[in-house]
């Protein structure tokens, strides 16, 4: 297929000929598949949007809740019924170009006035010789009609198309809205992790801390220590003490937001750190073609708008021409059920109809430059879809690089620190060092793995920002 480009002179040209009386379409089909998206990082590797999100996310716990939240997730539930009312409308509009064929029936009965033109008549009328119209005159019917608008402009054909693209759109909707909602829950899970391994290091430093505080109050009650080194320590044992209550609101605010995204009322959730360490410092190694970016939804969402708008234009011009219908019915007619079988109770009508607006045609013309100025728009928010793909992936790659430094800095870190705090009490007890050096390096370890830990959940929510960003997560 031949493609090409959408630049910014492209759009330019698209808004003078979108106020033409008959302009030419601003935008084409083939301009929807070749994008400016080839970035590489000069690595031959898996497309990481390839991969199944269960093959991606290998975690039982985290498979069972993605699994959950598809089935009964509202909204995107709710999602699913307007894509079954887009597909309706495709129904909908497909029958206004084709025949239709009613069957009809009918009973009346009719009394005209003597002194009217219709009584005046009836009453100088006879059926049949000695016998006089029937008052009340009754009137049975039974028959079919047919009617059918030609579609020469194909003004029918192509709005029944755009609601085609509209319902596809509909459906890289869902396929966007599971991509985000299979990261959101992944975000919130390993969220959940990292906070469980943040508590586990509190308590060890709680159990630490204590041991000091016990030692701490024998060396004052043998007169080396003030009661100013107990409380010190005390008041950092508390303060230790106080960070895990708010680590725990935060496992239970974080719990109910993946009950939230699975669409159940609040409950524990089970969670599997193992191997979050290794997990959290694997990097994607991953180029970014083009055809990484075609799997994104939210572009092939566009593209599809984009096309449905370009047939809209086509529809709203097609309303300047003449329009042709078809009508014809036949049936049987008469004033008396037993005569209704009769072949002489046979009717039958045909006619054709030719209508074109020539006069006031202002609501015409509006239509037609607001679908040309729809089209443009639509335009102009692809474009937009494509740049904002380019540049999360780009980030996300950068952050996965970035992210493990940080994580190889900080593990020496931790390692230095932690070795600080063991001398820093050796020499306390030996005398050689103040109690508060032992406080200090005893706070900056503790903060020191808490930020490793924090740390370890930035990369892997890059893991999974990147599977989003590629447009994996809705297989």
């Not at 996965?400 to 430094?405: C, I």
């Not at 508060?436 to 893991?463: D, G, N, P, Y």
Request: charge should be positive; hydrophobic fraction near 40%; glycine fraction near 4%.
């Amino acid at each position: 297929m031949k493609t090409k480009k959408i630049n910014s002179s492209g759009l330019v040209l698209m808004l003078i000929l979108a106020v033409g009386c008959a302009p030419k379409l601003p935008y084409s089909k083939s301009a929807s598949k070749e994008t400016p998206l080839s970035y590489s990082q000069g690595r031959d590797t898996q497309d990481v949007a390839n991969i199944k999100w269960k093959d991606y996310f290998n975690d039982p716990y985290l498979i069972t809740l993605i699994d959950t939240a598809l089935k009964n997730n509202q909204e995107l539930n709710m999602l699913l019924q307007e894509i079954e009312i887009s597909r309706n409308e495709v129904r909908a509009r497909k029958g206004e170009y084709l025949p239709s064929l009613n069957a009809v029936g009918g009973q009346g009965i009719e009394k005209a006035g003597r002194y009217t033109r219709n009584g005046a008549v009836e009453k100088n009328l006879q059926i049949k010789p000695g016998k006089e119209f029937p008052e009340p005159l009754q009137d049975h019917l039974l028959g079919v009609q047919f009617s059918w608008e030609l579609d020469v402009w194909k003004k029918l054909r192509n709005a029944k198309q755009a609601a085609v693209w509209r319902y596809l759109s509909g459906i890289e909707g869902r396929n966007f809205m599971i991509t985000q909602m299979v990261a959101e829950i992944a975000d919130a899970y390993y969220e959940l992790i990292a906070l469980q391994k943040q508590l586990d290091i509190l308590k060890q430093n709680i159990e630490l801390q204590s041991s000091a505080l016990r030692v701490i109050k024998l060396e004052k009650e043998a007169a080396r220590v003030t009661q100013l080194a107990v409380n010190r320590f005390e008041a950092q044992l508390l303060h230790t003490e106080n960070l895990q209550f708010d680590i725990q609101q935060q496992q239970v605010e974080t719990e109910n937001r993946i009950n939230y995204l699975v669409g159940r009322f609040p409950q524990s959730i089970s969670v599997d750190s193992t191997g979050f360490s290794n997990k959290a410092s694997e990097l994607i190694q991953a180029g970014i073609p083009s055809q990484l970016l075609d799997r994104r939804a939210d572009i092939r969402q566009a593209e599809h708008l984009l096309e449905a708008s370009k047939l809209d234009v086509q529809v709203a011009r097609a309303n300047f021409y003449p329009s042709f219908r078809i009508s014809a019915g036949t049936g049987l007619q008469a004033f008396n059920p037993a005569y209704l079988f009769n072949p002489e109770s046979i009717i039958f009508s045909l006619a054709g109809d030719m209508m074109a607006p020539l006069v006031n045609r202002n609501a015409i013309k509006a239509t037609y430059y607001s679908a040309n100025a729809k089209q443009i728009q639509a335009a102009y928010q692809y474009e937009r879809t494509v740049l904002n793909a380019v540049i999360e992936v780009t980030n996300q790659m950068a952050k996965m690089t970035n992210y493990d430094k940080s994580y190889q800095t900080k593990q020496r870190e931790v390692d230095i620190l932690t070795q600080s705090s063991t001398i820093s009490n050796q020499l306390f007890r030996s005398a050689r060092a103040d109690y508060m050096e032992v406080l200090l390096t005893q706070r900056e370890a503790l903060e020191a793995k808490m930020e490793l830990v924090e740390i370890q959940l930035k990369q892997m929510k890059s893991r999974i920002n990147i599977y989003r960003a590629a447009g994996g997560g809705w297989e």
